[in-house]
């Protein structure tokens, strides 16, 4: 595995202005929300075993040496896309739950739900960057994705145990299996929603809300 390096580490000159001159009259930072955005959707749709950095450049309109000179490796490139979307992610959920008050736990789901379509709009593949099947045991890059995963699962496990407890259950085992049930139909959520590109994230939160009321309903 070739060491990781980050967009900062990459020398490719610096303009009159101090900042890197790019490529073909781009600035160095516009290019590089270019390779990331590019590299965020080749990742997400193959996996890092999958992805392919001359599609990536392709998609950019740059050689692949290029991609090496800004990110220094594949995984590099990886794990700069992977502390975006964890940040991203953590942001949207940790303001949701801290700001929001909802009446009800149906209602935080939604608030929730609503917040990772909105952070994801644009970047819908991002979330299978975080999780990502395909990373080999033992990296680096798994145990940086397992470690921003595991804030996100803290997270997702706060609000099962609330949601557990407003009903009387403590039990420790049924909140860490309501997580995993949360989880997973996220990334279901996420999944459908990236084939069916013609929906906004305000159709998903509309579409999400009404998919909760429906499971509310019937529960009652």
Known sequence: MGTARGPAAAGSG????????????????????QIIAAAMEEFGRGGHAGA?????????????????????SKDGLYLACLERVAARLLAAIEDTMTAARPPSATALAHAVLTSLFTALEGERHAW??????????GSELRSAAQRHRAAVDDLAAEGTAALLGRGGNTDPLDADALKHVWTGT????????I????????????????LLSAVRDDAH
């Open 195 to 210: 084939s069916h590109p013609e929906q906004s994230a305000r159709d998903m939160s509309a579409r999400c809300a009404r």
């Open 14 to 33: 610096t303009g009159r202005d101090g900042r890197g001159a790019g490529t073909k009259g781009v600035p160095r930072a516009r290019r590089e929300e």
């Open 186 to 193: 996220v990334s279901a959520l996420v999944g459908w929603w």
């Open 128 to 137: 299978f960057v975080l999780y990502d099947r395909t990373l080999p045991p």
């Open 52 to 72: 392919s950095m001359a599609a990536i450049a392709r998609q950019v309109g740059v050689t692949k040496p290029m991609l090496y000179t800004y990110f220094g």
